[in-house]
């Protein structure tokens, strides 16, 4: 059996964190009684709602002193609203995470908008895997292939300014000759999806692949989206027909933008927590999340869901 603290210190240097990990246990464990909350950057049946209820599931176990663990949505501006209240207004203890899509680790970076928070000074906790996020088309719309949305206007759904619904859409009009017209203000995937089957878009682009299983997983099996690229810095060996959207850039200076863009998608769903959390809290939770990771019961529940 490994030593959980090798484990949360391997963890840690591939998010590329430094916290040290805390020697000794207090003799009643600080989150003993407490209910540590796990805020939803979605709505409601999307990828990150699913991943954080399987998480909360089995997260306690691994925490010292057990806390009650629960999953709590807050969609909005593409995870913006999610990680604003982690900035501002949850408690700063380590029993407020909050699980985001890629786009609002970017946004301070890339976005228009002036932000009140930097990625960096959100201690993580840990992610749920690596990603591959895609361009799909509905079956019934007019797009088989990508040059045929560098031929014509299409729109896509789009869940906010930060999200990367609304950003890869917008970077690939520039960088592929596309004509994607992002259709933003939706809450999320659900409702992303209920749009593209009623034909009020015609697909959505930065949807996440592990995403698309767990919540459409018959849209996959029926034949009903197209895919049009995929977005990540390497291809996805489960979509070998599915052209990468770096290896498609003919430009080193585009290649060398997307690999930025894409370089989220290494740490899928990721978990943070507050920026004042005390060091031992983050330490405490990460060793917890290391040995979740490697909890044969979670990864059933994932492998499962995802099919």
């Known amino acids: 059996m490994p030593d959980l603290k090798s484990l949360a210190r391997c ?14 246990q207090a003799q009643t464990p600080y989150f003993q009684g407490k209910t540590v909350s796990i805020i939803v950057a979605g709505t409601a049946g999307g990828g990150l709602d699913v ?4 998480v909360a599931r089995h997260f306690s176990q691994f925490i010292p002193g057990h806390p009650a663990v629960v999953a709590q949505l807050m969609p909005g501006a593409g995870g913006i609203r999610a990680i604003d209240y982690l900035n501002s207004s949850a408690p700063q203890d380590g029993t407020a995470l909050v699980i985001l899509p890629p786009g609002p680790m970017l946004e301070p970076l890339i976005g228009a908008r002036k932000m009140n928070y930097r990625t ?7 992610a749920i895997s690596k990603e591959s996020s895609l361009c799909a088309a509905w079956h019934q719309s007019k797009f088989y292939t990508l040059d045929d949305a560098r031929n014509s206007e299409m729109m896509v759904a789009g869940t906010g300014a930060g999200s990367s619904t609304d950003i890869y859409p ?40 592990t995403s698309i299983k767990s919540t459409s997983s018959d ?26 959207a770096i290896d498609i850039a ?18 899928n769903k990721p ?25 044969p019961a979670l990864r059933s529940e994932v492998l499962k869901i995802s099919g």
Do not use: H
Request: proline share 7%; glycine share 8%.
């Open 11 to 24: 963890a840690a240097l591939g998010l590329g964190l430094t916290a040290p990990i805390s020697g000794a």
């Open 170 to 209: 917008v970077v690939m009009n520039q960088v592929l000759g596309t004509k994607f017209k992002v259709i933003t203000g939706f809450q999320g995937s659900q409702e992303s999806s209920l749009a593209i089957e009623r034909g009020e878009v015609d697909g959505r682009c930065g949807w996440g692949w």
């Open 120 to 126: 960096v000074d959100f201690p993580a906790i840990g």
């Open 250 to 267: 003919q430009k080193p200076e585009d290649k060398q933008s997307l690999r930025l863009l894409f370089a989220p998608l290494m740490l």
């Open 219 to 244: 849209w996959i099996r029926d034949n009903k989206l197209r895919f049009l690229m995929q977005f990540g810095l390497t291809a996805n060996p489960e979509l070998p027909n599915v052209p990468l």
């Open 271 to 295: 978990i943070f927590t507050a920026p004042k959390t005390p060091p031992e809290r983050v330490a405490e939770l990460r060793t917890a999340f290391a040995a979740l990771t490697a909890d």
């Open 51 to 54: 991943s954080a209820r399987i």
